[in-house]
C-alpha cells in the first residue's frame, strides 16, 4: 500500500453495495485515503472493484 495517503484503514476489507440496484456488491481491500475525492465519504475504487458494481458511464454510485 502507498504511505503518503495512508490511512486507519488500510489493508480492512469493505463490502460495497449499490442502494438502487439488486445483486449489485463487490468485496475490496482498502488501499489508502482518497485526497481527490469529492468529499471525506467518497471512495476511489479500482477500475476492476468499479466495474463489478457499475459502468463508466454511470460515473460516480452511491453504495452501501
Known sequence: ?????RSANCGRSI??????VANKCVTAIV????PTC???????????AFD???TKAEGMV???
Open 31 to 34: 488501499a489508502d485515503e482518497c
Open 15 to 20: 463490502t460495497l453495495c449499490r442502494t438502487d
Open 62 to 64: 452511491r453504495p452501501t
Open 52 to 54: 463489478q458494481i457499475a
Open 38 to 48: 469529492e468529499n471525506g465519504t467518497s471512495l476511489d475504487l479500482s477500475e476492476g
Open 1 to 5: 500500500y502507498t504511505t503518503l495517503f
